[in-house]
């Protein structure tokens, strides 16, 4: 399309005989080419960071060695990068990670990845409990943007997290009621939507669905109700017994055996 529009002004500048009309389409034939291939780099250096963090996924090796690639780049500093680095570092070390994130200056986020920031430095604040952090940057984020249909799920269950701590459960309901957690493309996000469907429900005075679901997260991995038990995520005293008592009634708790194999800090939850 751009080439067309351009190719149609040339023909006019030529057809018009005038100096000034072509020295014009000069300049601004330039600044258009040198904003597509600024455009072309930065598509392409996103589409290398995608493919090194998804390479990084399989095994804490992997991700020191990404992140080791990201540090040695020419610029370590650049925006992209650290956020690269601080969703690898965020498997393994959350802390340094949501460190990482806050000493970015939010003005130097581009455009283009500031859901991304948005929703990696929420989620590291909800995971340690400051929902109030996390409130003002899932409040910009657009759970509905084209380039991240793929992430749908992932994006509505950290604003709807957000909003079911903060007063927001009606408008946390109704988001989420549009994303299903046992949709097949939600299957990866689905605990996520879950979690944030109990902080709602629960703030919403919905006791019993929240135990619903409560149950559903138990039933995929009991280990999750950590979530709700564990001291750093803040919640509120009677969503943490609601979660013990699904938790003690679960097969997987139930007798030595089950107890053997639930996560150390599991076990400290439930104390």
């Known amino acids: 399309i751009i080439g067309g529009v351009l190719a149609l002004l040339w023909a006019l500048a030529a057809i018009s005989g005038s100096l000034v009309f072509v020295i014009v389409m000069g300049v601004v034939t330039a600044v258009v080419l040198g904003a597509l291939l ?13 493919n090194l963090l998804q390479g990084a996924s399989q095994s804490p090796e992997a991700r020191r060695a990404a992140i080791a690639k990201l540090e040695a780049e020419k610029d370590p500093n650049d925006v992209t990068n650290i956020i690269a680095r601080a969703q690898l570092e965020a498997v393994d070390d959350p802390k340094k990670a949501l460190e990482m994130l806050e000493a970015v200056e939010r003005k130097k986020v581009p455009v283009s990845i500031q859901d991304d920031f948005g929703a990696l430095l929420s989620q590291l604040y909800l995971n340690y409990g400051r929902a109030k952090d996390a409130r003002p940057l899932v409040d910009k984020i657009n759970v509905d943007s084209s380039e991240r249909a793929a992430q749908r799920g992932f994006l509505v269950a950290i604003v709807a997290e957000a909003w079911g701590r903060t007063g927001k459960h009606e408008d946390a309901l109704t988001l989420l009621a549009t994303a299903d957690p046992n949709a097949a493309e939600n299957r990866e996000y689905r605990v996520p939507l879950l979690v944030a469907r109990v902080f709602a429900r629960f703030a919403a005075g919905k006791r019993g669905p929240a135990r619903e679901d409560l149950k559903a997260i138990a039933d995929v991995d009991v280990n999750h109700l950590g979530r709700f038990l564990m001291p750093q995520f803040r919640v509120h005293p009677d969503l943490q017994r609601l979660a013990r008592q699904v938790a003690q009634g679960s097969p997987q ?7 053997a194999g639930m996560h150390p800090g599991m076990r400290r939850g439930m104390r």
């Open 253 to 259: 708790v139930r007798g030595v055996a089950g107890r």
């Open 38 to 50: 600024w455009v072309r780099r930065l598509i392409k250096r996103q589409q290398g960071l995608t």
